[in-house]
């Protein structure tokens, strides 16, 4: 689990992932409570959708180990909303094992103002949505390739294919496989599913 994935109101000394872990004993503690507190409305909204998903249930034992899937659930669905940028370590449950004797009390938060950075020079938000501007295509692609755009290109169903001639490939054929648009929101599952078609042309 990542490093301040859980922060727990009562110290047991436990030690995951490097970050220092508060925890009650495990085998006696249930869920006694689930609430959501994070600062950002919009994000409060979106992490808020599928609620009916969760991993996380009321009465449930307490398990880490869901937690972290829980977690990547949520990262999930906000990629699949926009964020572009969001991450499990974005992503933090608090756990309050002082109210009631073997229960716990979750609160999942998320970090404030984190800073991430594009390309390890562009500072980002990763609490925002980003749209897709251009998609370009090329078969060619390797880091000799990585900076040049031949004049043997074509822009046709919304796509730049670059290099046209090297493609083995009809880009007609190529574009059925694409699920990102110009203009779209960036959605993971969009992105997954272009990979898999894609692949699947060359088999």
């Given at each position: 689990?990542?490093?301040?994935?859980?922060?727990?109101?009562?110290?047991y000394?436990?030690r995951?992932g490097?970050?220092?872990?508060?925890?009650?004993?495990?085998?006696?503690?249930v869920?006694?409570?689930?609430?959501n507190?994070?600062?950002?409305?919009?994000?409060?909204?979106?992490?808020?959708?599928?609620?009916?998903k969760?991993?996380?249930h009321v009465?449930?034992?307490?398990?880490?180990?869901?937690?972290?899937?829980?977690?990547?659930?949520?990262t999930?669905?906000?990629?699949n909303?926009?964020?572009?940028?969001?991450s499990?370590?974005?992503?933090?449950?608090?756990?309050?094992?002082?109210?009631?004797?073997?229960?716990?009390?979750?609160?999942?938060?998320?970090?404030?103002?984190?800073?991430?950075?594009?390309?390890?020079?562009?500072?980002?938000?990763?609490?925002?949505?980003?749209?897709?501007?251009?998609?370009?295509?090329?078969?060619?692609?390797?880091?000799?390739?990585?900076k040049i755009?031949?004049?043997?290109?074509?822009?046709?169903?919304?796509?730049?294919?670059?290099?046209?001639?090297?493609?083995?490939v009809?880009?007609?054929?190529?574009?059925?496989?694409i699920?990102?648009?110009p203009?779209?929101?960036?959605?993971?599952?969009n992105?997954?599913?272009?990979?898999?078609?894609?692949?699947?042309?060359?088999?």
């Open positions: 689990m990542g490093k301040q994935s859980l922060v727990f109101r009562r110290y000394g436990t995951k490097g970050a220092l872990i508060n925890a009650p004993p495990f085998n006696t503690a869920i006694a409570d689930i609430t507190d994070v600062y950002l409305s919009n994000i409060a909204i979106d992490l808020a959708r599928e609620e009916n969760s991993l996380l009465g449930d034992n307490f398990d880490i180990d869901v937690l972290e899937k829980e977690r990547k659930r949520l999930r669905l906000m990629r909303e926009g964020y572009f940028f969001f499990n370590d974005l992503i933090y449950f608090h756990a309050d094992s002082i109210k009631e004797k073997n229960k716990i009390f979750l609160t999942y938060k998320i970090k404030e103002d984190p800073v991430k950075f594009f390309n390890d020079s562009v500072q980002v938000d990763p609490y925002s949505t980003f749209k897709i501007k251009n998609v370009y295509v090329r078969q060619d692609f390797g880091e000799r390739f990585s755009i031949d004049s043997d290109t074509i822009s046709q169903w919304g796509y730049h294919f670059l290099n046209e001639s090297t493609f083995t009809k880009p007609k054929v190529i574009s059925r496989s699920f990102h648009n203009n779209d929101f960036y959605l993971l599952e992105h997954e599913n272009t990979f898999r078609r894609l692949t699947a042309l060359n088999n």
